[in-house]
């Protein structure tokens, strides 16, 4: 079973910020959170993790909330080429990383 | 650097037939998976190596699947039978180490069991 809950679909102007929701309301001390895209017919592709402090690299941004039950990953300016699945899972050292359904965002012109 | 390497990358068989996926992860990534994603689904993990021993295949059909990763460095992973249920992308990825590293996932193979 999936630790994550994500809403299936989101829709984006391009240009416009995305920001992406995720509940992890059971995630433990030591499960670091974190974010892949799937583009269609590739594999995923690594966005950005964090434990609980907020992060950002040259991608997007990872908002996670104080009490870490849930957390946002903002692609700042989406563009076309940002349409993919948005997988948010769970990993600690040791464990395997378990993907959900994700969130199907459409980025439009 | 050069990514993880998955062939073939597409693969129709009838069920009940044999079929084996070969993946080699980036050079140095000790953790290796095999994932399998079903149309409209998230990918399913099947099995996770740590160099060449298994760290969990609690996801496997053992009955029909199978997975070896020798000198821990490429791996296999064979289904005998197949059944149509099985149609589905099979998914490699690889990581330094299995302590909260990103993973690189290859292309992927998508098998049709006909």
């Known amino acids: 079973d999936a630790k994550t809950t994500q809403p299936p679909s989101m829709d984006c102007a391009e240009g416009r910020a995305a920001n992406l929701p995720c509940n992890h309301s059971?995630?433990?001390?030591?499960?670091?959170v974190y974010w892949y895209r799937q583009i269609h017919s590739q594999g995923p592709q690594y966005i950005i993790h964090?434990?609980?402090n907020n992060e950002t690299n040259e991608m997007a941004s990872l908002i996670i909330t104080e009490d870490r039950k849930s957390s946002t990953l903002i692609l700042p300016h989406a563009t076309l080429r940002d349409t993919a699945v948005y997988y948010c899972?769970?990993?600690?050292?040791?464990?395997?990383?378990?993907f959900g359904g994700g969130t199907r965002l459409m980025v439009k012109p | 650097e050069a990514g993880v390497a998955q062939s073939p990358r597409y693969k129709i068989i009838e069920k009940r037939q044999s079929v084996a996926f070969w993946c080699n992860p980036i050079?140095?990534?000790?953790?290796l998976y095999w994932y399998q994603q079903i149309l409209g689904q998230g990918p399913k993990l099947l099995i996770q190596?740590?160099?060449?021993?298994?760290?969990?295949d609690s996801q496997l059909p053992k009955d029909r699947f199978s997975a070896e990763r020798l000198k821990g460095v490429d791996s296999t992973l064979k289904i005998q039978p197949a059944k149509l249920e099985d149609s589905a992308v099979y998914l490699c990825?690889?990581?330094?180490?299995?302590?909260?590293?990103?993973?690189?996932f290859g292309q992927g193979t998508r098998l049709t069991v006909v």
């Open positions: 990825a690889s990581s330094l180490r299995n302590m909260n590293t990103e993973a690189f």
């Open positions: 059971t995630i433990s001390g030591n499960e670091y």
């Open positions: 964090g434990l609980k």
């Open positions: 899972t769970l990993n600690n050292a040791g464990n395997m990383l378990t």
């Open positions: 050079s140095g990534h000790a953790t």
């Open positions: 190596f740590q160099n060449n021993g298994v760290v969990d």
